[in-house]
């Protein structure tokens, strides 16, 4: 610091310890102003009450209007502008009997306005809590006002909950009512026309085809039968005509050797005569047919006996019963020719009855042709019929399960169970006012007596146009100054000056004590609250 600068700081301790007094009494003056001011404002009080945003332990549905803790903001700010409605807070003003000065000199929507800039509503930064404050001239009544409010946010949250779950409810069964009816409509028409052309849909075109080819193979199966039953009948009729030429031929014989012109005439006809015979007849059997003919199989039973019955009888030198065995083969071939017939009549009837199932599969395969021919149509018809019906079907799946989400909600609110405020710290009776603040009021009483004085005299010494510094004539004159004398007093003015120093330190001392006492006595009596 050079010399200069410790002249100039210099000059200004001078200043201030030449001007004291003005400082000091200046300092007084705002702090006794400061003190007058805060008796003159009026007390006002604030109660805070915290409320804690309980969510929901039970979450039946994503529909649940608090998702999340960034609700919570969300919750509050509406049931704020809730709570601090006209009607509400009109109820609490009339309840709680608030601002009535206000209440004769201004209408009531201006009273309203006063009391909601004297409501706080703060969510905290961190946890689901907010406060809710208040503040008035009573003490009473402001813890009285802060607790109506935080219940009003209960109240309101459950009354907004139930109404907002109601309305949803209400409004997901209405649009259910509405899909339904719509999905109803169009299900009744694809019900109609699957009902109509229930055999020519798409899902059915493979049971036709099989049906088709099922009756194909019948048909086919059933002309193979009737190829084979009448080539069967066939044969038992030339057997039974081959029985009865076997038996015109036997009666022939018979009535030649009877009379006399067959060989041996008068001798009766041997086993070995009428198993040649036989024989010949078998060669003959086996020229038309095979040996699996029922006719050349009994002439091959007929022939075995006989062999036996010969190898016996030339043996035993035992002539053969012929007329006895003539009689058995007659009734045997009686016998086989009505079993024949009988055959006969049974695949006549059986004949008949394939017939008749033959012709009525062409109409059967007929319908199934129809059907597969006009499934493409069906199936193009089908998807334009039920193109939006998949939307449909998914929307109304929606609905449902919405409207029962809904449907949980609602009763979740019904019984409290859903979110909601719960009172964490009520609000209790304040001990001292919110504002004025005396210390605030005071520190800034003090800074703005210091001020003023310092002002004060700054501007006294910037019109005093006086020289107190040998430098400053220096510099004013452009000439250095060679010596400087000191001002000398004598001793009146010596004694004038101490009496005015003893006065002006007795007057700012009772000043000063006349303050602080009044402070100290308006603190004990209530009126300061520090």
């Keep these: 610091m050079d010399s200069k600068q410790r002249q100039q700081l210099k000059k200004y301790v001078d200043l201030v310890l030449g001007r004291w007094q003005l400082i000091v009494g200046c300092l007084l003056l705002g702090v006794g102003t400061g003190l007058v001011f805060y008796l003159t404002i009026p007390k006002s009080f604030q109660s805070t009450s915290v409320l804690s945003y309980e969510q929901q332990q039970i979450n039946p549905t994503k529909m649940d209007p608090e998702q999340g803790r960034n609700r919570l903001q969300e919750a509050v700010a509406t049931l704020q502008e809730m709570v601090t409605s006209r009607n509400s807070l009109e109820k609490v003003i009339t309840q709680f009997d608030l601002y009535p000065e206000q209440r004769k000199k201004l209408p009531i929507e201006d009273v309203i306005e006063i009391m909601r800039r004297n409501i706080s509503i703060v969510p905290a930064t961190k946890g689901d809590v907010f406060s809710v404050s208040f503040q008035g001239p009573s003490p009473d009544k402001v813890m009285k006002v802060t607790n109506a409010l935080a219940a009003l946010f209960i109240e309101e949250n459950l009354k907004y909950r139930e109404e907002r779950a109601t309305e949803t409810s209400k409004y997901t069964q209405d649009e259910l009512d509405m899909a339904k009816k719509v999905l109803d409509a169009k299900e009744q028409v694809m019900r109609d026309y699957k009902l109509k052309y229930y055999n020519e849909m798409p899902e059915q075109r493979a049971g036709n085809l099989e049906r088709l080819n099922s009756l194909n193979e019948q048909s086919q199966k059933l002309q193979e039968s009737i190829h084979n039953l009448e080539r069967t009948k066939i044969m038992a009729q030339e057997q039974i005509n081959m029985m009865q030429r076997l038996a015109a031929t036997r009666s022939s014989l018979e009535q030649a050797m009877s009379a006399g012109t067959g060989p041996a005439a008068g001798a009766p006809v041997s086993d070995a005569d009428r198993l040649e015979q036989l024989r010949r007849y078998y060669d003959t059997l086996l020229i038309k047919y095979t040996d699996k003919h029922p006719e050349v199989r009994r002439t091959k039973q007929l022939i075995e006996q006989l062999q036996a019955r010969v190898d016996t009888g030339q043996e035993s030198g035992r002539p053969p019963a012929g007329a006895g065995g003539a009689g058995s083969a007659q009734l045997a071939d009686s016998m086989e020719m009505g079993r024949l017939q009988i055959q006969i009549g049974e695949y006549d009837a059986s004949l008949r009855q394939m017939r008749t199932q033959l012709a009525a599969l062409p109409a059967e395969i007929g319908k199934y042709q129809a059907w597969i021919e006009a499934t493409p149509v069906r199936e193009a018809e089908w998807s334009a019929l039920t193109r939006d019906y998949n939307e449909l079907r998914r929307h109304y799946d929606e609905l449902v399960a919405r409207n029962l989400q809904a449907q949980s909600s609602e009763t979740l609110e019904r019984?409290?169970?859903?979110?909601?405020?719960?009172?964490?710290?009520?609000?209790?009776?304040?001990?001292?006012?919110?504002?004025?603040?005396?210390?605030?009021?005071?520190?800034?009483?003090?800074?703005?007596?210091?001020?003023?004085?310092?002002?004060?005299?700054?501007?006294?010494?910037?019109?005093?146009?006086?020289?107190?510094?040998?430098?400053?004539?220096?510099?004013?004159l452009g000439v250095p100054v060679a010596c400087a004398v000191a001002y000398i007093e004598n001793s009146d003015e010596i004694g004038r000056k101490r009496k005015r120093f003893l006065f002006s330190v007795v007057l700012l001392s009772f000043a000063a004590l006349a303050l602080v006492t009044a402070i100290l006595v308006l603190w004990l009596k209530g009126r300061i609250i520090i």
């Excluded at 603040?437 to 005071?442: A, D, G, P, Q, V």
């Excluded at 019109?463 to 107190?468: E, G, N, P, Q």
């Design 415 to 476: 019984k409290q169970k859903g979110s909601k405020f719960k009172i964490v710290d009520p609000a209790r009776l304040p001990d001292k006012p919110f504002k004025p603040n005396f210390l605030k009021i005071f520190l800034a009483a003090v800074a703005l007596g210091l001020g003023l004085g310092l002002g004060v005299t700054l501007a006294l010494d910037f019109v005093d146009t006086s020289f107190k510094d040998p430098l400053e004539l220096e510099e004013y």
